[in-house]
């Protein structure tokens, strides 16, 4: 347990403002221990997520046959989403049916870590919204599953879930607007940097 704590404390100071006097080997460490799925995108990036498609991790994704991955990007009104003990979702992006009235998140967590070392959730912001709500849900702590309370930026949130558990959210399809864009992140402090993706309405 120690191990990946020493992990995300790492990943963390990387990205603080004393990155800067890190070498190119502990750099490399980090990028190494970490290993985020697809291409990386920081909350407030906005020309990022355009190009990211639906894809399903795990050491036998590469041998995927075209109708299993025709699957895991289909337009959908339910998702299923796993995590585990490393900083990834086993999707990138969520295409979400405009024919939807509500839509299920359901995630599993196969690792077997703790909530409290290596904890996630899911949440949809807005992506012009995403930044702000990690930081204040960070504020708010683990009671509050990392998620300000009544923040009206957050559009749909699971509580937090550690190794082992489960858990779903449903919301209403009425709560997005085709116009905007969509980030989904899990808000465990230092994990929304690599633990995002982009929701898409089509």
């Not at 347990?1 to 190119?24: K, N, P």
């Not at 490399?28 to 498609?53: N, W, Y």
């Not at 909530?115 to 708010?140: I, R």
């Not at 959210?169 to 402090?189: G, Q, R």
Request: net charge negative; hydrophobic share 35%; aromatic share 8%.
């Amino acid at each position: 347990m120690c191990r990946y704590i020493f992990i995300t404390s790492l990943f963390v100071l990387a990205l603080s403002t004393q990155a800067e006097d890190l070498t190119s080997e502990q750099r490399s460490a980090i990028e190494f221990r970490i290993k985020p799925m697809g291409k990386v995108c920081l909350l407030g990036q906005t020309d990022c997520g355009s190009d990211l498609v639906a894809t399903v991790s795990g050491g036998d994704a590469g041998s995927q046959s075209s109708d299993e991955k025709a699957s895991s990007s289909a337009k959908s009104c339910s998702f299923d989403i796993e995590v585990g003990d490393s900083l990834q979702f086993n999707i990138e992006a969520m295409s979400v049916s405009a024919s939807c009235k509500d839509i299920k998140v359901n995630l599993r967590h196969t690792g077997n870590m703790p909530a409290s070392a290596m904890g996630h959730n899911w949440v949809l912001t807005k992506d012009s919204d995403s930044a702000e709500v990690a930081s204040d849900g960070a504020d708010a702590g683990m009671d509050s599953d990392y998620v300000k309370p009544e923040d009206a930026r957050v559009i749909a949130y699971t509580p937090l879930i550690g190794g082992g558990e489960s858990t779903s959210i449903t919301f209403s399809f009425d709560k997005l607007d085709s116009n905007s864009e969509y980030i989904f992140f899990c808000s465990f402090p230092g994990h929304s940097f690599v633990m995002r993706g982009v929701l898409k309405i089509t």
